[in-house]
């Protein structure tokens, strides 16, 4: 394989999300860091859009590293709270959220509920440098409805109530394949992936030896 003719940031620390960037991004003889490797601290989320906070975390992590950086901002919008959690998704239940009490308290919120559509959403930033006036902006949202109950093992955050449209199980009840295939983040990455090759921002992948 060759050697990483160039390093991008994430301007974030998760490892399911550096795995899956990478994945993608090898392919085209670059590497993905995460920006704790470069003591990149979090910023503050200040903005009211999923498209705002993903500027800013993209700005910072560029900022600091004076490397081109990737962020992104996701969450959940159920209509019978007027889009909510949303931005908020991650610290819904309060200070030292976790997956589990953000997911109850969306369950106790709806209850008694009939109308229970809702969908991921997530937004992906490109910024060159921290003063690019043109960031590549991606946003892709994956349909479905929210459960009565959690149910599943695998994936994170929202996944064990969240029913994808077309499936009769929980995200947390796909495998990871079904998952990137279908997911917010799986189709906002391949958008993101073909605008950087329509920019020059990245080329396709060599045919050549491994």
Not at 105 to 120: I, M
């Amino acid at each position: 394989m060759q050697s990483p003719t160039q390093y991008i940031v994430l301007a974030s620390g998760n490892k399911g999300k550096l795995a899956e960037f990478a994945q993608m991004f090898t392919t085209y003889g670059i590497e993905v860091l995460p920006q704790n490797q470069f003591n990149v601290p979090d910023v503050a989320e200040t903005g009211t859009t999923f498209v705002e906070n993903a500027i800013i975390k993209a700005r910072h992590a560029a900022e600091i590293t004076g490397k081109p950086a990737i962020a992104d901002d996701s969450g959940i919008e159920v209509d019978a709270l007027q889009g909510q959690p949303g931005i908020y998704s991650a610290r819904y239940s309060g200070i030292g959220a976790s997956e589990s009490s953000n997911y109850l308290k969306l369950l106790d919120a709806l209850q008694g509920e009939t109308q229970r559509a809702a969908r991921f959403q997530c937004v992906l930033v490109y910024m060159r440098h921290a003063k690019d006036p043109t960031p590549i902006i991606c946003q892709a949202s994956w349909e479905g409805s929210i459960n009565l109950a959690p149910q599943g093992e695998h994936g994170h955050g929202y996944d064990p109530v969240f029913i994808p449209q077309g499936f009769d199980c929980s995200a947390a009840e796909l495998t990871a394949e079904q998952k990137n295939a279908h997911s917010h983040r799986g189709k906002a990455l391949e958008l993101l992936i073909n605008a950087m090759k329509a920019q020059g921002v990245i080329s396709a992948p060599s045919t050549g030896g491994q």
